[in-house]
């Protein structure tokens, strides 16, 4: 790779080129999949452990809602089961109390008792001391409520903990919660919670006392750890990632976790912590749902959170559901690893099919480019380097082709100037030959003329002498007009140039022939090019050119054919071998046509294809010298018994370029 870098100097910017595109083309194709698939995936993820969680959470408010009403179905059934009327009646408290506490260890309750709508406790199944009952309430909320609406109830109610503590001593210290500050707080103005959350249940007991009552039932959710843990395997199966449980479950009385069973660092449960503010706000100030990921204790949970209202529909605590972000975001952290893998894998293939490339491609088009450089400087047999298979060496053997049409032009060229040059030698030095012989020649002419004619002025000549002289007299003329032709042909006259319409030309030219035309029956007709621009001429030479082709066709053409004369823009080789704009003048017969063989010497003085006495040979020779030195061309195509074209080019003059 260096061999070629050094010896192709744009070699290792174009590797570099091809390298980077394909490393760009690596990184759309990788990369931005790996950005944009990985969010996208990770927030499909989202989405679907959204639902989840809020499926899960309304399963555990059905199953809170199903607890409650267990607890009303047991006081149902135990209001049927004892004759509570009869026992208060009677005042007999103490089998109340046994009653009560058979009904407690039985069924879903923490305490069990009864109260009336005085407020007065009848009886509870702690056992506690009626004379100590001094609760905060006049009446229970729940209790005051069955009575009101005389049907059994059931849902949260939060108390004091100091009526708990009234109500069972033991109780209330099982449900007193530790606050712990959050990363938040510094610290906290309270030690423990003053409250505790409960579900209850009440059920009116048929009238048969003064004073109404109800049989009531409580289940204490401060550290309700047997409640949440159920909700968790109903929900989640035991279902653990890592050593850690999958899936949460909380009750909280306002923000603080009461029963809950995520855990802190130290694998305790994280009773007594506190849920963000930004939650605390939407749920229980706003009273709107969360579905969200969220920070809970330790590490990021898809969360969703619901409010918890009391039997008057005041929020007075939440219930929680969370699953752990963890799997959720492995799934996206594998994925992009494996985008990763295939984007590293894709550059590093990009970098490969650089130096491939440039081994393969670059290489041969390099060589190609040097070869080029070469024919440009005059050698027309480079070095192509082995030939290439596939696209390469298509390019290759093109260019080895062309290569090939190149020097065969070149020694057509060659062989087309020289043979230019010998007919121009030809012609300098037989017009220098032609010039000195007309010179001498036409005095001694002159002379024999005039005596001729002054001879065929006289009276005494008999027949046989008159016709003899007029034989001298004509022969005379015709060797006249063949010295003028040679003193034309060998005359360097300067051209006096000036910008003419071509058709114009044609126009003033044609009425020259049209008598002769029209005596020998053959069609004259003139088809001018539009929009063509003035050429610069001299007119009466180019005007002579063309009566020498137009009188050559009309000799050419029988009655019946046609000679047509067409102008047209045309772009040609010029004399100086480059392609330039000019204008095109033909003329076309439908004459006998010269033969192939005659075609080369066409234009050589002194060749004719007339008969004898008709022709001097010299009239397209003239024609041809005074095309070449208006920068013209003279071309001529012929087909034997189909006619013959003469087409004359002549260029335009270069406009200067725009400013």
């Excluded at 290569?403 to 230019?420: C, F």
């Excluded at 063989?597 to 004898?612: A, D, G, R, Y």
Aim: glycine share 8%.
């Amino acid at each position: 790779m260096v061999f070629f870098s050094k010896k192709f100097p744009a070699l290792g910017s174009t590797r570099l080129k091809l390298i980077a595109t394909f490393l760009l083309f690596s990184f759309l194709t990788g990369g931005v999949p790996l950005l944009v698939g990985g969010g996208m995936l990770y927030k499909t993820f989202l989405r679907e452990a959204k639902i989840r969680v809020t499926q899960d959470l309304n399963a555990a408010l059905q199953m809170y809602e199903d607890h409650g009403q267990k607890m009303v179905l047991a006081l149902h059934v135990a209001a049927e089961g004892f004759n509570f009327q009869s026992l208060m009646e009677n005042s007999a408290v103490e089998d109340v109390g046994r009653a009560l506490r058979t009904i407690a260890e039985s069924g879903p309750f923490d305490l069990v008792g009864v109260a009336d709508a005085a407020g007065r406790l009848w009886a509870l199944s702690s056992g506690a001391p009626q004379s100590r009952l001094r609760l905060s309430g006049k009446v229970l909320p729940s209790v005051e409520k069955a009575l009101k609406l005389h049907q059994p109830i059931h849902g949260t109610m939060v108390l004091p903990l100091s009526d708990l503590a009234l109500m069972d001593p033991a109780l209330s210290e099982r449900a007193r919660i530790f606050l712990k500050p959050s990363p938040q707080e510094t610290s906290s103005s309270r030690r423990f919670l003053e409250e505790v959350m409960t579900l209850t249940a009440a059920v009116p007991l048929s009238r048969g006392t003064a004073t109404p009552a109800a049989l009531f039932g409580i289940k204490v959710l401060n550290g309700a750890s047997m409640l949440v843990d159920g909700i968790r395997e109903s929900l989640f199966r035991g279902t653990e990632h890592d050593g850690w449980n999958l899936g949460t479950v909380t009750i909280f009385l306002g923000d603080v976790r009461i029963a809950t069973n995520v855990l802190e660092e130290d694998g305790q449960r994280a009773v007594g912590t506190k849920v963000s503010p930004d939650v605390a706000r939407q749920v229980l100030e706003q009273g709107k749902r969360w579905n969200d990921r969220a920070f809970v204790v330790r590490d990021w949970y898809i969360t969703c959170y619901e409010a918890i209202t009391d039997l008057d529909g005041r929020a007075v605590g939440m219930l929680y559901v969370g699953v752990l972000e963890k799997p959720y975001a492995g799934v996206r952290n594998k994925a992009i690893v494996l985008f990763a893998a295939l984007s590293v894998l894709g550059m590093s293939v990009a970098i490969g099919l650089g130096y491939f490339l440039e081994w393969k491609i670059i290489a041969p088009i390099a060589r190609l480019s040097e070869a080029a450089a070469a024919v440009s400087q005059g050698n027309l047999h480079p070095d192509l380097g082995p030939l290439e298979k596939g696209e390469i060496g298509v390019v290759q053997r093109a260019f080895a082709t062309m290569l090939e049409a190149i020097r065969d032009r070149e020694t057509r060229q060659r062989q087309e100037t020289e043979s230019k040059l010998v007919m121009a030698q030809k012609l300098s030095s037989i017009g220098r030959l032609a010039a000195g012989v007309a010179h001498e020649v036409n005095n001694p002419l002159t002379g024999v003329l005039t005596c001729g004619h002054l001879l065929l002025q006289r009276d005494d000549l008999d027949d046989e002498a008159r016709e003899m002289l007029k034989v001298i007299v004509d022969a005379t003329e015709r060797v006249r007009r063949i010295v003028k032709s040679l003193l034309d042909f060998s005359r360097q006259t300067s051209l006096s140039m000036e910008p003419t319409d071509i058709n114009r030309v044609v126009l003033d030219t044609l009425p020259l022939v049209e008598n002769q035309a029209t005596i020998k029956g053959v069609a004259l007709r003139f088809e001018p090019g539009e929009s063509i621009p003035p050429v610069s001429m001299d007119v009466q030479q180019v005007k002579s050119v063309l009566l020498n082709l137009l009188i050559n066709a009309l000799d050419a053409t029988e009655a019946g054919g046609a000679i047509t004369v067409s102008s047209r823009m045309a772009l040609s080789m010029s004399r100086e071998g480059t392609k330039r704009l000019g204008v095109e003048l033909s003329v076309k017969d439908t004459g006998c046509g010269v033969p192939p063989e005659n075609l080369e010497k066409i234009f050589e003085p002194f060749f004719s294809t007339k008969e004898v006495g008709k022709g001097t040979g010299l009239g397209l020779a003239v024609a041809y010298g005074i095309v070449a030195r208006h920068g013209g061309v003279i071309r001529v195509q012929s087909q034997v018994g189909k006619g013959t074209e003469f087409t004359i080019w002549l260029p335009l003059e270069e406009q200067p370029a725009a400013a």
